[in-house]
């Protein structure tokens, strides 16, 4: 109830929730209680979560911020959804998000944009905005993101909270809407490392339902929180530190790395030559996968239907015309175009060669390191509207993030200080696969 009194209070002006169901939270709160009562608690029965609007949830509204969802009440839960129900959490609602995830502002969203709790004037970050905003405003304890070019690491950095992507299959993307299925990855967002450790015991496991979901023993996240840093070795990409970084985000980094080398870290140049291809590379796969996922609206199965229409083809183009907005629109053109034939080898293949490359220049790094630290965004939140009519500047956003989607890595983003206009930077720590217990030690011992 006290977080649901705050959110009546402040998500008004931070548009962070888009759907709310207050009997609905409180009914999960008292089953909760009935939990404890009865002796069977876990670590987080009766801890409320909020939700990105990207996961199906049973009864309530899902619209992965579209027009096309915008009526569209989910009759089954997502894996992540129901791993939540079953550990007793209680669901604080669903929160805004860029349009099918595509955006690193939220201004994309149907349900327009989030405010930055930070600064009314600045983006929060996307796509995982409204998730990111609502720990930052204490709307929520803690909340659900995915990340599939950085929209749960860049949205922590940009509303300064702490944000995990896991290795690629670690949780199950059943029932998590599809934007590019090989890149998607649902992770926790919350203030420390050491709460998304525990959101990763609930989150991470088998799931029989996800064909990529992978088959591993299960694992405690909380198991290295205490491990000492002395001699771990920490890999500085040059290329992350280049031209296009602001000079806070690099100063604030530079202030955290000072701290790791405090506490008995070293540091170790290495290089990812292939980083500035991983903009072009991303552009091309993603939007592939999206054109062929966002087939499935097409106002006959569910979603938005145009009013008016003639014959059946005509229905369809005028539904999504109607249903889809921009970037989507651009989105989906783009990835048509490089699936087509006679440009699909010129494009979709170069880019999944280039991909290859770009997760071997990971490999060969980790021979040299243990973690890679760097930049998780090149600047700090930059203003509405600053990016908008400019898709590559706002794509540019991404340069730190992407490449880590596209080799399946583990990545996350932890609060490293305040730039000179007094935004949040983050601090990102990538670890090689399956390391995701390491790299929360290692942010956990900073924090
Ligand atoms: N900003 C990137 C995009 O627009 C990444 C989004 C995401 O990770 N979902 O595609």
Redesign the pocket.
């Known amino acids: 109830q006290i977080y649901l009194d705050r959110i009546a209070k402040l998500n008004p002006a931070l548009n962070a929730f888009v759907t709310l169901n207050a009997d609905m939270s409180l009914a999960d709160a008292r089953a909760a209680d009935a939990r404890i009562a009865a002796g069977q608690a876990g670590a987080l029965t009766g801890i409320p979560v909020a939700h990105k609007d990207i996961f199906c949830a049973d009864g309530w509204r899902t619209t992965c911020g579209s027009k096309m969802l915008e009526n569209f009440i989910a009759p089954y839960d997502a894996h992540v959804i129901s791993q939540f129900k079953t550990a007793g959490t209680v669901s604080l609602g669903k929160t805004n998000m860029?349009e099918f995830?595509?955006?690193?502002s939220n201004e994309t969203s149907y349900f327009g944009a989030v405010n930055n709790p930070w600064d009314a004037s600045a983006v929060p970050g996307?796509?995982s905005g409204g998730s990111a905003a609502a720990v930052a405003a204490r709307l929520a304890p803690a909340a659900t993101g995915?990340?599939?070019?950085?929209?749960i690491r860049?949205p922590a950095a940009l509303t300064g909270i702490t944000g995990l992507k896991p290795t690629y299959g670690v949780v199950s993307r059943y029932g998590m809407i599809a934007?590019a299925s090989s890149l998607d990855q649902a992770g926790p967002m919350a203030k420390s490392a050491e709460d998304c450790a525990l959101l990763m015991n609930v989150m991470a496991g088998f799931d029989a339902r996800d064909s990529t979901s992978l088959e591993r023993p299960v694992e405690d996240y909380t198991r290295d929180l205490q491990q000492p840093l002395a001699g771990l070795r920490i890999g500085l990409p040059r290329e992350y530190f280049a031209e296009g970084l602001s000079a806070d985000v690099a100063a604030s980094v530079e202030a955290a790395l000072h701290e790791y080398r405090k506490l008995g870290a070293v540091t170790v140049d290495i290089s990812l030559p292939n980083t500035k291809l991983s903009i072009p590379v991303?552009y091309v796969l993603?939007p592939a996968e999206a054109s062929t996922n966002l087939s499935r609206f097409d106002g006959v199965r569910y979603g938005y239907r145009a009013p008016e229409y003639g014959d059946l083809t005509d229905m369809y183009e005028k539904s999504r015309a109607q249903g889809f907005g921009t970037e989507v629109k651009r989105r989906i053109m783009i990835g048509t175009y490089v699936l087509s034939h006679g440009y699909y080898d010129a494009y979709y293949m170069q880019a999944q060669k280039i991909r290859r490359l770009i997760a071997q220049d990971f490999e060969a790094a980790f021979q040299q390191c243990d973690i890679i630290m760097g930049p998780t965004a090149p600047s700090t939140a930059f203003n509405f509207g600053e990016k908008a009519d400019d898709p590559v500047a706002m794509?540019l956003s991404?340069i730190y993030t992407?490449a880590v989607?596209l080799a399946g890595l583990p990545g996350m983003s932890v609060p490293c200080g305040l730039g000179s206009n007094g935004r949040p930077v983050g601090l990102q720590i990538i670890g090689n696969y399956f390391s995701e217990a390491k790299m929360l030690g290692v942010a956990h011992q900073y924090q």
């Open positions: 860029d995830a595509m955006g690193s996307g796509s995915t990340d599939t070019g950085g929209s860049q934007f991303y993603a794509y991404d992407i989607n």
